[in-house]
């Protein structure tokens, strides 16, 4: 599904890593690690097109990722960053996002799947209705994580699912994410959590 050879990312002078060789088969869970700055982040960039590879290249599902392919190769690519900045004012608002953007369009959004996928995650069904900003960064990572379990892609990219999570909630989103491997959803994550770590198929420490 993920085949990363020889890949090179730079800024500037700056080399971040070089040489890296990965792959990752269909329903398997990768997971990258190591000290901050080291270009886990900037190599999860790299897979979506967002940066380009200094040297290398990345194939998904069969194409090369470049400019003529990059469209397609997006939608076959659930997003969750870190960090989640989404322009809505409420939970509703941002559950159908993902929805409403050409890459997934013809995607079916279900509230009955949603609210099983919220109580896989130990999320209240009543944090639909309420406002973004009465919910915490942990609860929007794990709402996204069951956004993203709906919309079915075949891979799924995250950056450090766990780091906002208390060990019960964090044993769940893994518990969770290891689960859409099962299904057959090809996963690539950015994680320090050992737990996590311990439930994937491959470890690459930059």
């Not at 085949?3 to 800024?11: G, M, R």
């Not at 870190?82 to 953007?101: D, G, I, R, T, Y």
């Amino acid at each position: 599904m993920l085949k990363i050879e020889n890949a090179c990312i730079t800024y500037g002078e700056t080399e971040i890593f070089n040489g890296l060789t990965l792959e990752i088969k269909k329903g398997e869970l990768a997971c990258v690690s190591g000290e901050s700055g080291c270009g886990k982040t900037s190599l999860l960039n790299a897979v979506m097109g967002f940066i380009p590879l200094s040297s290398g290249t990345i194939t998904i599902d069969g194409m090369l990722l470049n400019e003529e392919n990059i469209d397609l190769i997006r939608k076959k690519i659930a997003w969750i960053p870190q960090e989640l900045a989404l322009p809505c004012e409420w939970v509703k608002e941002m559950v159908h996002l993902p929805f409403n953007l050409k890459a997934n369009k013809g995607v079916h959004f279900s509230k009955e799947k949603l609210f099983e996928a919220f109580k896989e995650l130990n999320l209240e069904e009543e944090l639909y209705n309420k406002r973004v900003s009465e919910i915490s960064g942990g609860q929007r990572q794990r709402i996204m994580i069951a956004v993203a379990a709906l919309l079915e892609k075949p891979l799924l990219i995250i950056d450090e699912p766990t780091s906002a999570l208390d060990a019960s909630s964090a044993e769940r989103v893994a518990n969770f994410i290891n689960m859409l491997a099962m299904k057959g959803m090809t996963i690539l994550a950015v994680s320090h959590d050992r737990t996590f770590k311990l439930g994937c198929d491959i470890v690459i420490y930059l």
